[in-house]
């Protein structure tokens, strides 16, 4: 059975971290490059990362570059997203995708 499992969401203050981890099964996942995206309340699901099958390559949305890292462990199955610095804008659940397969999604939530 092909799925992903998100965990590591919370609430943070701003300026705090947190990590999030994507465990993978039931697909080859080092063939395949991985994507976390978020939704807020009212907005558009919107792409924050992509990371190439091997590691070697990274992308960013404008809004999270330089404050959040994306990173795999293709030998644990997992993916990773290391957010730092975090904003009250960063709030949303993210979800971590392989083509067409999703994640149930862990909240994150930026408050004082």
């Known amino acids: 059975q092909v799925q992903l499992v998100e965990s590591g969401g919370g609430l943070v203050q701003p300026g705090g971290s947190l990590r999030l981890s994507c465990a993978a099964s039931g697909f080859t996942f080092s063939s395949r490059s991985m994507k976390w995206y978020r939704q807020a309340p009212g907005k558009e699901r919107e792409l924050v990362a992509v990371?190439?099958?091997?590691?070697?390559?990274?992308n960013y949305a404008k809004s999270v570059k330089g404050r959040f890292t994306i990173s795999r462990d293709n030998f644990k199955n997992t993916l990773y997203l290391q957010m730092d610095s975090l904003k009250f804008e960063d709030t949303a659940m993210y979800y971590c995708?392989?083509?067409?397969?999703w994640g149930q999604g862990t909240q994150v939530t930026v408050s004082s």
């Open positions: 995708n392989a083509d067409s397969v």
């Open positions: 990371i190439s099958s091997a590691g070697y390559s990274t």
